[in-house]
């Protein structure tokens, strides 16, 4: 019994065993069959990996190149646009001392400029004022002689004037002595009113300068000489 209870359980432990390779052989067809259907899994997401990888490495090449050829017209065009401004600011340097240079030129031609309109000025000055003082002295004498002239002219218009008055007694004494003679003593006296405007106009004459005072005697002359005239032509006439 122990045996055959020995065998019963050698057999149950076989066929367990049995049970177990079975089930070890199907669960290792089935993990085979994972890992082939996992490798070829792994194999196509590799590959799909690869193929994105390469994608995207061409894609990043290009890129990479555009970038590259971006950067390379970027630095020509810098180069260039730098080049340019050297250019320009080498021009505008230029410009600018030459336009320094005859900012500077001209400056030291005003310069001169002024300082000979500054001598000439003073020249001019001096000048001015030798002649201001020259005139300045002339007026002066020029207003003492016609200060002068016109004192003489004064006295000789007062005493012409008294002798005017005298000839006015004496025409009215006339008058009063003789009707006949009123015409004549008319006469004498639109003379007389001509002497007058005559002096007047002598005065006028007078005032115009020492070149008039000398005619002003002569034409005062000629009005004694009138007036002288006139008194014999009333003597005369008195006299008739």
């Known amino acids: 019994e122990a045996q055959a209870s020995l065998r019963e359980q050698r057999t149950a432990h076989e066929e367990d065993l049995q049970r177990l390779q079975r089930e070890k052989e199907a669960a290792w067809r089935e993990l085979e069959a994972e890992r082939a259907q996992l490798q070829n899994q792994l194999q196509r997401e590799r590959e799909e990996l690869l193929a994105r990888l390469e994608a995207e490495k061409e894609e990043l090449s290009e890129e990479i190149a555009a970038l590259q050829q971006e950067r390379d017209e970027g630095l020509l065009l810098a180069e260039s646009e730098k080049q340019q401004a050297l250019s320009l600011k080498e ?32 020249s001019r000055q001096e000048q ?81 300068g020492q070149d008039g005072r000398e005619a002003q005697r002569q034409e005062a002359s000629e009005l004694r000489r009138s007036l002288s005239e006139g008194v014999q032509e009333r003597e005369a006439l008195r006299r008739a």
């Open 128 to 208: 001015d004022r030798s002649t201001v003082n020259a005139l300045t002295s002339e007026l002066r004498d020029l207003r003492a002689e016609l200060e002068e002239a016109t004192a003489a002219h004064a006295q000789e218009a007062k005493r012409l004037q008294e002798q005017a008055r005298n000839l006015e007694r004496q025409r009215e004494s006339s008058a009063r002595e003789a009707e006949e003679l009123r015409t004549q003593l008319r006469l004498l006296e639109d003379a007389r009113d001509g002497l007058r405007r005559e002096l007047l106009e002598a005065q006028r004459k007078v005032r115009e």
């Open 91 to 122: 021009s505008e340097k230029t410009a600018l001392s030459e336009k320094l240079l005859g900012t500077q030129h001209s400056l030291a031609a005003i310069s001169l400029e002024m300082e000979r309109q500054k001598r000439d000025a003073q």
